[in-house]
């Protein structure tokens, strides 16, 4: 094992003894591991039982009010689900008829899993539109189909399809052909002027991909008051009233709204019932009686809540997965977090508890099935999102703690079991983020530093007054004041996202649960490569990769610092103002064509004033974004120019071209097989440039405490922050700086040549956006977070610091009082999130080479937790890469 | 010649495998019928189903269908007689 260690960052001593393993070791239930176990034998599968029937109805209402069409179609795909019942389940419910099923959504997309002859692909492959796919790795163990076999075929390195399902795809998916939000958008965005530059931006994948058909929604948090409240029938008798109130009066989009609504529920509630249906057959073959009575009780649960309000906690639990699957069918979606669902429950099994229905070891039992559940979610997309953004994750994030509405703590006891659950039944989903506030308890947050501890990477740590005052800051227009602020939660990976709270009535006694009260939060510009960018600047608006030239000359001679950086604002902002303006045009044409029933119906407050989400029925819809990759790579390349070029004059800005282009006298990662800059290797010249690379891995690095690099840091987000806000969302509200890298730091890094920090061709960018680049964090983890929070957090909607940390430096009592200082440490310097991997990297290298005996082991990647074996090696290597902290 | 997954007590756990409802035992979607084994409705085994070409057909004369979809929650689903 000692020979991995030499290939491994460091910071204090390296390891000497066998590698370590987590601390703390707790088994899940025996039903949880039984269906974990289930779950570890699946495959990533999708059917076309839904797109089939949704895209059956489409036509047959050829000519009907848009909204109507949409609303039958999603009807016709949920009433036609076959429900499958796994054996043990106590919650129960998918997306399609596969343990990890999806399915393909050609009303979003279609082109994209087309055959590679096909003349749609061909056509999706010249616009740009699919480049990221073609530098991206996926995973390839665990679920991941990642080759065709036997009766099955692969699509998008991922997932299977039944060969006898084929042909019923291609012929479905050309019938979307020009009718499909991407087609629709296409169309519409080549009117923005300067098109043919936002072509060639993806094409160099200077930016990752469009938001406006490939996850239109997602990145917000779901809310659950509607259902819990009023159940189905309930809801249908809301909107009847509202289509008495405005059928024949003007604004009639309103009508058809509700209309909508209530035929989308038909259909949800059909679904329901097919499934409590499926419950009693699933019953009446069954011998063993204790499952035969599970299957009729779940049957007869169900029966009740396709039409009521839920009875008790499980009734609850159940209505609540049932309405976030509801969502997850309606689109492509990922990060649809449940947001602070321990305390929208809470009522519930608070009444349950106290009346003796309910005991501590059923409540853990059925949120380890509820963390089964989530985790069996997957979303179908092309690799360049799956692979290159999501590394197969769907970002389901789970918040406990913050505030109340009375501005006291919210921290509660079901939220102290969602914890242990999360220790003993260790899955990537729902990942947790505990919302940290100076008035939650002590018990509380040394929960959580347990559940860190114990390795899955979650929960993640983060500063609740930090998100508060960005919430404030950028929704106080809308009407946002201090008290909804502290309804917020963090929906997908890391996205600081609106709440509202609601007045759930139980038993006449009035309790205010939170819940996500505005659309998808990150949409808009979806990730920006700053060292791409950094690099056509170098090159006078040339990608040298592909020889295609991406920006007009900017006309500077670079020969001062300033003009360097005037060069870099200009690129940028020619980047962010014309993915503006056509990722706008491709919303439009989503909210158009393929408007949200599901997530409008249960956002407030769509049913109150009769839009949905698209029509900005929301109370709050300032949500677009800009989103930035490779921060720390791009200020210590800054850096390293600023020093060797422009202060010292070390070196010429013309032996730096000459450098990069020959990647410093290095082999390239595609030729070295690895990502990581460690493990590459020196080329024959290497000689001629090993002077120039020296002195650029030499120059200050961002990371510790440093005020060369520091400086520029906030140089860049001060800038960064602000002029986001000068462009205007398809809703007419300026937008906001997003800084998560989550897995774009991969393939972005892969397209991208060496940069001035020394960093070489190929190899992935710094993770996050505040974390050091692996190995350049040489003063420990407290100058880490002085140079993290060298600017104000609370300007972006997030930021992210990933840490890597060794078990042993945090191990016992006394371990996890110094990693709970820690964490407050970095909170009370205005740090805005942290999260960590506690493991031993020789581990990691382990995985890597013996992955089958890894199946279970879970990292921590950017925002969420996935299984090692099935991220893409790009980001393997990173994780591996990151500085191992062996002391604090 | 029927296969485990034209039969209702298919529960399909991926594309490569499913369990067995009765026996609860793992079985391959390639399996052929067991005595116990009941067909499952599906659009090849409707009478209102017209194939075509290998794996597709029309539902009614006239719209798109394929002969492997499930049909239980079908309102126009019909066995054909079986011979």
New interface residues.
Partial sequence: MDNFSESINYYGHKPEEQVEDREKKLRPTERANNARE?YF??????S??FP?WYT?RWEELEGDVTIIRRAESLKAGF????P????GELLTMGKA????GSYPMPWLSEAFFMAAEDKLYKEALESGKLTADTFTTVGKGG?N?TKSVG??ISIAGKF?????????ML??AKKWKDRSVDDIGHKYEQLVPGYKEKEAIMRSVICMFDSGYTLPQGREVINYYYPLQYGIDGIISICEEGMNEVAGYPEMDRLYFYKSVIIMLQGIR?WIR?YAAEARF?AS?EQDEKQKSEYLEMGLRLDHISSNPPRDFHDALQLLWIFHVGVLNEDAISGLSPGRVGQVLYPFWKRDMDKGFMDREKTIELLECMRIKFTEIDCFASMGVVGGVLSGNTFNNLCIGGLKKDGTSAANELEMLILETGISCETPQPTLSVLYDEKSPEEFLLKGIECTKAGAGYPAWVNNQVAMEFLLNNYGHEGMQLEEARAWAIGGCLESSPGSWMPLNLDGEIHWIPGGSAPATSVGVHFLSLPKILETVIFDGMDMRSGERIFPSHGYKLETFEELWQGFQDYFSRAVHVLTLTNNIQHDAWRKISPSLVNSMLKPDCLEVGRDIGQQGSRFNTTFNVESCGNTTLVNSLASLKKNVYEEKNFSLEAYRKAILENFGYHTAQETGSYSLVDQKPAEHYSEYRKIHRMSLDAPKFGNDDPYVDSIFKLWEDWFCEMTHNYRSLYDQPMYACQISVSTHGPMGAVTLATPDGRLSGTTFSDGSVSAYPGTDKHGPYALFSSATCWNHSQSQNSQLNMKIHPSVVKGREGSRKFLELIRAYMRKGGFHVQFNIVDSRMLKQAQEDPDKFRSLLVRVAGFTQYWVELGKQIQDEVIARTEYEEL | MNTCTDCK?Y???????G?C??S?KDIL??DLFCEKAERSPKCKFCSKFTPE????GKCMAI????????A???VDFEWISQN
């Avoid at chain 1, 009433?79 to 076959?82: D, G, I, M, S, V």
């Avoid at chain 2, 529960?11 to 495998?17: E, G, N, S, T």
């Avoid at chain 2, 070409?53 to 597709?56: D, H, I, N, S, Y």
């Avoid at chain 2, 719209?63 to 499930?70: F, H, Q, R, V």
């Fill in positions: 289930l034998s699946a495959k990533s599968s999708i076309m039982e089939y059956r009433e036609h689900l076959t499958v019942i796994y054996p008829c596969y343990l990890r679920g189909v009766n099955v299977g399809l039944r060969v006898e399902e084929m042909p019923v012929e479905v059909s097919n699933m073959i | 007590f529960l399909p756990v991926d594309v490569f495998k369990i409802k009765l609860k979607p390639g070409k290998e794996f597709l719209t798109l269908a394929y002969p492997d979809m499930n239980a929650s079908c």
